[in-house]
């Protein structure tokens, strides 16, 4: 399975990295903690770091400063891959933030992520890339993110928030 969600951000891709890089912090406004589980990484933006948001858990592989953030998946996932967050520079004042799952799917995740967590994941992801646009812009492009009545679903029944 592949899972690609992207932005072009009228920002250099040094300054969008610098907001990525702060994925992790409590205090930042890029992971959309408000009305998605924190992303927790018990050492950091460190590889070998364990952590991971909700009940989906992963290490951090490679970590490239401003440019790169792999994570590999923990065996007891139910994916076999990795997802990755990444900035590419499309000009000086232009880049494309890109995540990225490369996986197969197994055991009970074979039927949850067609039908549950992939829309509640590509929801995250647009709330995720609108922060950072806000972030390094001040604005949005284009409209907000707007979650679908089958997330808002899931989100009402599974006891989420927002």
């Not at 992963?58 to 440019?67: D, M, Q, S």
């Not at 074979?110 to 806000?134: C, Y």
Request: glycine share 8%; charged share 25%.
């Amino acid at each position: 399975m592949l899972n690609v969600q992207h932005r072009v951000i009228h920002a250099s891709a040094a300054e969008v990295g610098a907001i990525i890089d702060r994925v992790t912090s409590p205090d930042e406004s890029v992971w959309p903690a408000a009305a998605w589980p924190p992303l927790v990484l018990d050492r950091g933006l460190v590889p070998g770091s364990r952590g991971g948001h909700g009940p989906i858990r992963y290490h951090l592989t490679e970590y490239k400063p401003g440019r790169r953030i792999l994570f590999a998946f923990e065996p007891h996932s139910g994916l076999d891959g990795h997802h990755e967050l990444t900035i590419t520079p499309e000009g000086p004042d232009r880049c494309r933030l890109t995540h990225t799952i490369d996986s197969a799917t197994r055991g009970r995740m074979r039927i949850l992520w067609p039908t549950m967590v992939r829309w509640l994941h590509e929801a995250l992801m647009r709330d995720l890339l609108d922060n950072a646009e806000r972030a390094a812009t001040g604005r949005l492009s284009g409209p907000p993110a707007r979650w679908s009545p089958w997330v808002r679903l899931l989100r009402r029944t599974h006891g989420a928030k927002r």
